[in-house]
């Protein structure tokens, strides 16, 4: 066997391994939706049923746990987006000593412990009456998912051509229309992509959010809390739905992108 040969065999065998360690989780995460057992799992298998979809319709808790995450995650978009789009832009623009500095100070929330983050924040705001809730977890998530955004979008920002702009400028452009018609489209696939992470980020985010969320329970928090006092397959199937739905919008998405892209070649 040629060694060309050995490598394409290694390759796809990698990535046999690769996809079963990805996704076999998955799949017995949502084959426990359908068992019948009280505890979510596959083995023992008791009988298949639905009924974990309907104890999870019933379940008013985990769903104004959902609904508060999806407000967090909302208003952490809003937050950190803008801050790390800045943030990318200033880093991009300045010289000199001080953006070293700059810069590690901007990514130093992304190398402190949650815990920290959770607890600083709230010692801090509770000086100033704001003893925790959905807005209080808004703002500490916002602390290092902006360093996300910021990576993200500096990234692109390396390769971007300089000289476009200035050429805008000599032709009479406004700083804020370069901005719009050159810098923004070209930055677009950066903060959509900054926007996912930072949202799903938001959503799994445990640590941090445990300090701060006050009664405003979060899903994650809310699934640790039933942890300890008895999990059901509801979550499972909570679970299922949030997956298709991903799924779903990542279809809908590649079919928009496929479609565009025949419609430039016509």
Sequence with gaps: ?????FFSWALKA???VFFIYLFLPLIIMAAATFNESRFPTVTPWTG????????????SGM????VNSLLVAAGVLCLALPIGVASALFLTTVEGRGKSFIYA???SPLLTPGVIIGISTLI?????GVNGGIALT???QSAFIAAYVMLMV??????FDRTLERAALDLGASQWQTFRRILLPYLRPAILSAAVLAFLQSLENYNTTLFVAGYDTTLTIYIASKVRTGLTPAVNALALLMILFTVGLAMIYEFKRRREAARRIV
Excluded: E
């Design 63 to 66: 769903w104004n746990s959902l």
């Design 124 to 128: 801090f705001w509770r000086g100033w």
């Design 154 to 159: 500096a990234a692109r920002l390396q390769r």
């Design 105 to 107: 100070l901007i990514l």
């Design 14 to 16: 990698y990535l046999l």
């Design 138 to 140: 808004i703002i500490a």
């Design 1 to 5: 066997m040629s060694s060309s040969r």
């Design 48 to 59: 298949t049923t639905l009924r974990w979809f309907s104890a999870l319709w019933a379940d």
